[in-house]
């Protein structure tokens, strides 16, 4: 990924985790935000990612193409970190309506 690649995911990861973070446990907050905080923004993504499925949080679509377009940024298509099956859960995820 490049510099210009990280800051879009950076700046758009962060405005779509904003817009949800009130509907999350305090404590997947605290780990997403310390990977935010460690500049570990794939990693941040992918936890956001994991507590939206888990949680059956709603998204828009203009949301749920956001995410998906800042997952494959993120290469969460070909490696994870958290969830070696993240990409897959992602797509039926997202596809349901």
Do not use: G, P
Request: aromatic fraction near 8%.
């Amino acid at each position: 990924m490049n510099s210009s690649e990280y800051k879009i995911l950076e700046v758009k990861f962060n405005s779509l985790y904003l817009a949800h973070k009130n509907e999350l446990a305090d404590d997947a907050r605290k780990e997403i935000e310390h990977f935010i905080n460690h500049d570990e923004i794939e990693i941040a993504l992918e936890a956001f990612c994991i507590e939206i499925i888990v949680n059956n949080l709603v998204l828009n679509i203009d949301e749920k193409e956001i995410l998906l377009n800042l997952a494959e940024i993120a290469n969460l298509n070909k490696e994870s970190i958290l969830d070696s099956a993240i990409w897959t859960k992602l797509q039926k995820y997202l596809s349901c309506d």
